[in-house]
């Protein structure tokens, strides 16, 4: 119970300081957890970043103090941490739907985020194939995207990314010609989002021969260092759509493997390894695709 009780302590920890300015470290600190691992478990199990929901607890506070007493726009915006009232005034608009000035309106509606109370409720009971690989060093090929969010809260943004750079993934496919491994890096997390990448890895004839494309071709793509180290491995279920059990399989591993496993994420890329497969004789894929998520771990 440890972790629930860590991350309770670093929510009150928020709470009891939300109106200074916040150090990860030290909400981390008090989840027993280092910086990573609490941001990354925080935005799996709660659907939302770290800064998210900082954000959204002070735009709260700052709206109903607003509605409830005298206090000059200004004062407020920089009790809640902004710098200046315009900055304020932009993200008070883009969360209650109103500007600041309008918020004493009679009739004026407000939104509320309320605080985050960790329950033990009873979940689990169900089978997750895993196991735990140390994985070699890699390098894979590929271009990227920064998402904002929790990866569990990435489907249109992933999907956006697709539809708008088919260009670049017919690219990639044509150098690989090896069309059955697809790799999506999740890397560079901070407290509003990540680097998404979508990646093939190369072998050395066809990077020696990308070597020899013109500069704006190559110039869409880079490598993207893939650490040596220990990685939990998890498998969705054979199906036609794979990528769509993706996000539940993430929450499975860190909300119910992860707390009693004896390990801790640790400062490494996420991956996701689709494979797709093709039916003999024709080209309709069939229902043996599958994905594998590897999540870095580390004994704590």
């Given at each position: 119970?440890?972790w ?6 670093a929510?009150n ?14 909400i981390a ?123 569990n ?7 956006n ?30 407290p ?34 893939v650490p ?22 993430r ?50």
């Amino acid at each position: 119970m440890e972790w629930i009780t860590g991350i309770q302590s670093a929510i009150n920890y928020i709470e009891d300081h939300i109106t200074e300015e916040l150090d990860y470290e030290e909400i981390a600190k008090e989840s027993f957890s280092s910086p990573f691992h609490f941001q990354r478990v925080f935005s799996i199990l709660c659907g939302y970043t770290l800064g998210e929901y900082i954000r959204n607890r002070r735009l709260t506070l700052a709206g109903a103090e607003l509605a409830n007493t005298q206090e000059k726009v200004i004062d407020v915006a920089y009790k809640y941490g902004y710098d200046n009232p315009e900055s304020f005034a932009k993200a008070f608009q883009k969360f209650h739907g109103i500007p600041p000035s309008q918020a004493r309106g009679r009739g004026v509606m407000l939104k509320s985020f309320s605080r985050l109370s960790i329950k033990v409720s009873l979940e689990g009971g169900s089978v997750m194939n895993y196991r735990i690989e140390e994985k070699p060093a890699m390098v894979l090929t590929g271009y990227k995207r920064h998402f904002t969010g929790s990866p569990n809260d990435k489907q249109d943004q992933d999907h956006n990314f697709a539809c708008e750079t088919r260009l670049e993934q017919y690219i990639l496919e044509g150098m690989c010609r090896e069309h059955e491994t697809v790799y999506q890096v999740l890397t560079n997390f901070d407290p509003e989002g990540y680097d998404f990448y979508f990646a093939y890895q190369f072998p050395q004839w066809a990077l020696e021969d990308m070597d020899e494309l013109p500069p704006d071709i190559t110039a869409r793509f880079e490598n993207v260092p893939v650490p040596a180290g220990c990685y939990l491995v998890c498998e969705t279920e054979r199906c036609q759509f794979p990528t769509t059990k993706m996000d539940t399989l993430r929450k499975k591993a860190i909300g119910e493997w992860l707390p009693t496993s004896g390990y801790a994420l640790r400062e490494a890329p996420e991956i996701g390894v689709i494979h797709w497969f093709w039916e003999e004789g024709n080209d309709k894929r069939n229902n043996s695709r599958y994905c594998e998520l590897w999540l870095p771990i580390a004994k704590k």
